[in-house]
């Protein structure tokens, strides 16, 4: 099994990554020096705390000398409960994108207790669970970057990780594929393998030519990303297009292998159940069109 096979562990990689993006971007020397090392080394695994509407987070941090003291609950915790650290954005000032901070917290911090995981359709093997901030107080040496800066790490963080989405999107459709390629080259009907047939064929093509779109997609968007250059509307783009890419090949591949394909026999009906998270998690893809719309067409006149 490569990681394509299973979206758990890119998904994983992909929250992990957001949740040290804070540290690794905004924190300081020392806090890099300190926590950093196990972070990235993979001893320390991360989960990456914010809301779906991140202006209007209500999770509350208040100061008291150079302790922070957290109330709140923060639902839909990718590792919740079973992380080592959480990157969680709270608010310490008033309403709005301004008043929000980001702390890094332990585990095991007293008062951070996790619900029973959420049951869903699909990623049974990544926990994701409601967290609950009851009076954790954490030292100031644990905030990253200023007080008020969270909103924007927050999207720093988010514009990166669309780009891991967007790419573990692709490797789910890349694994549907396969799969259905396989198995329409063994099975036949009507005296001949599937693979002969033109309506699959063409079914087939357009699925592989998705996938190199999109793979293309992504890839530009990190390279811009890896030159310094201004990357968030292509990286709304890649998580859109790739995660519909997704969703759309991997039904398609259930479709090629008839009722096979709906069977847990196969891989193919749980990589469909696996993708549509894609299409929600980091900015559903409503979210990713009123960004990319307002990188083309402007602000909305309110
Ligand atoms: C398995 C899983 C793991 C997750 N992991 C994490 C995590 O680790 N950390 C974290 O912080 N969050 C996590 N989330 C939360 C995820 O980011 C949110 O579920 C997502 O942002 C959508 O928010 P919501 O569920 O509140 O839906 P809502 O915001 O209520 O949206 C419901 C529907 O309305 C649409 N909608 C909402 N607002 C608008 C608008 N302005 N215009 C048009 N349409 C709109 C949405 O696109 C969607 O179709 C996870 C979610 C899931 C399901």
Redo the contacts with the bound molecule.
Sequence with gaps: MCIRDSLTVGLGVS?HTLACHALAGYGTKEQQREHLPAMLGGRLLG???????AASLRTRATRDGDTWTLEGTKA???HGGVADFYTVLARTGGEGAHGITAFLVPGDAPGLTAAAPER?MG?KGSP?AQLHFDGVQVPDARRLGEEGQGFAIALSALDSGRLGIAACAIGVAQAALDEALTFVAERRQFGRPLADFQGLRFMIADMATQIEAGRSLYLAAARLRDAGKPFAKQAAMAKLFCTDVGMRVTTDAVQLMGGYGYTADFPAERYMREAK?LQ?????N??QR?VVARHVAGPESR
């Design positions: 929250v989960a990456y705390c914010l809301c779906s509407d839909w915790i990718t869903k990623m994701t998270v929600i998690v980091e900015g559903t409503q979210i009123m």
